[in-house]
């Protein structure tokens, strides 16, 4: 049943103020979000429309792409998956993904919303490999350090962290090269950085202006404009899988890397590195 203001929410929760998960869950036809978030995803999808682009398809595909990348590593044997600013549960979840391959893998569900945490840890209550903790994608080190974590995984063997459409909510572009940069540093040989974010190709100013004021309103605060060589810069030193850095829809892990990738129409890019 889908939310309204009227349900009850957790405490902290003001429905009233957009929330980017609670928005992307729109885009991808689920039933958490409240009105103000089917507002604000309503003028995205709107002027995704403008330029071109459906919101709702790119949010498709890159969830296709967060399953397809799972399923490559655990199929390579990859056993421990740490995902950060998971969002809010939705079909083919990492853990259950990866469980359909390796089936004792381990997931660890990091978000600092507390809409997500409540949903995650109904979810996954009965799950005894699945663990969803608060954490916050500014302090890497805080969530990786976490005793939680590091009694759910073993950091000295191989693991993946997953920042999946969510770098992009760190308005401060040398912030944001640092928390990826943080991360690289804390992958062991073996380990992998799955990391997808907003592309932005050819938008105009004016359309980029409007995205930037609708996501000023949600809790977030603000989304970030950064281009190819901005976010293949957080892949820095790491051996880049299948095509390399490229639109998310065409991301397949048996892809060459090569000429032919639209890198003008805006969107979201997306790349799988291993250390």
Known sequence: MRMAEADRVPDGVNPSVPNVARMYDYYLGGRDNFASDRAAAEQMIELGRRMGNDARQIAKHNRAFLGRAVRMLAEAGVRQF?????????????????????????????DHDPVVLVHARALLAREPNVLAVEGDLRDPDAILDDPQVIGHINPSEPYAVLMVAVLHF?????EAAAIAARVRERLRPGCYLVLSHLYEGDVTEDDARAGQQVYSGTASGGLARRGYADIAAYFGGL????????PVADWQADASPGEGYDLVKPGI????GRV
């Open 239 to 246: 051996e880049l899988l299948g095509p390399g850095v490229v």
């Open 170 to 174: 760190i308005p401060d572009d040398a």
């Open 82 to 110: 740490v995902d950060i600013g998971a969002g809010l549960p939705t079909q083919d979840n990492v853990h259950q993904v990866a469980q359909r391959h390796v089936p004792d893998s381990r997931v660890v569900y990091v």
């Open 269 to 272: 890019l997306a790349g799988v």
